[in-house]
């Protein structure tokens, strides 16, 4: 069974620009969450998406976007970059029902310079 | 409000000894409770689980011990490898809460030293 694959593994961009981040969920999952992780910082709760539908929302400013699609494949969007979105981010997946245990990709690398 | 904090930002073993890594929270709503590993370069995995209901939950050489009143969880492997070498996170999923909403703390970083 293949794992949460997200695309790309590393990007760089310069402020003020927008950046789309992919996640594809191990088949059958239908609930995608993403996280932010900066040094010393954990990792920090984005959002997450049900059946298409954001279930839940971190305390992130409006740049921070996602939507689901039909096939569970998830996007996130980070629009006006600035020097502080330079972070891991993570996407997990599960089937949705409870308290699951996450499965994670292994993140897109985002430098902003 | 870090709600689930990780106070020691490292922790350096020697192999075949105990590693304990330690886990505060501060919302008494929490009732379960995961650590997760981290590899450079991977994304975390799933390590071990324990509910509020329990005080201790074992798997192999992790054991997890919760503490409700001190609002404290361990997580303790013995012995320690150097495989184990790895960034540790323990995280809580949101009371009541229908998805999947975890708060991590900030990570344990082990080294298990041969």
């Known amino acids: 069974k293949a794992g949460v694959t997200q695309t790309p593994r590393y990007l760089i961009k310069t402020r003020g620009q927008q950046v789309t981040l992919s996640c594809s969920p191990i088949?059958?999952?239908?609930?995608v969450s993403w996280y932010q992780q900066t040094p010393g910082q954990g990792l920090q709760f984005l959002f997450e998406?049900?059946?298409?539908?954001?279930?839940n929302k971190g305390n992130f400013p409006g740049r921070f976007s996602g939507r689901q699609f039909s096939n569970s494949r998830s996007e996130m969007n980070v629009s006006t970059l600035e020097l502080g979105d330079s972070a891991l981010y993570l996407c997990a997946s599960s089937f949705g029902q409870g308290y699951e245990k996450l499965f994670f990709g292994s993140g897109t690398q985002l430098s902003v310079l | 409000d870090q709600q689930v904090k990780q106070n020691s930002p490292s922790l350096s073993v020697q192999e075949g000894r105990i590693s304990i890594l330690n886990c505060d929270y501060t919302n008494s709503m929490f009732d379960y409770f995961l650590w997760y590993k981290k590899y450079p370069a991977e994304g975390p995995t799933f390590l071990i689980s324990?509910?509020?209901?329990?005080d201790k939950n074992e798997d192999g050489r992790f054991t997890v011990f919760l503490n409700k009143s001190a609002k404290h969880l361990s997580l303790h492997i013995v012995p320690s490898q150097p495989g184990d070498s790895a960034v540790y996170f323990c995280a809580a999923p949101a009371p009541n809460n229908a998805g999947n909403m975890l708060t991590f703390g900030g990570g344990t970083r082990l080294m298990v030293k041969p």
């Open positions: 998406y049900f059946s298409e539908t954001q279930r």
């Open positions: 088949s059958g999952h239908r609930s």
């Open positions: 324990i509910s509020s209901i329990k």
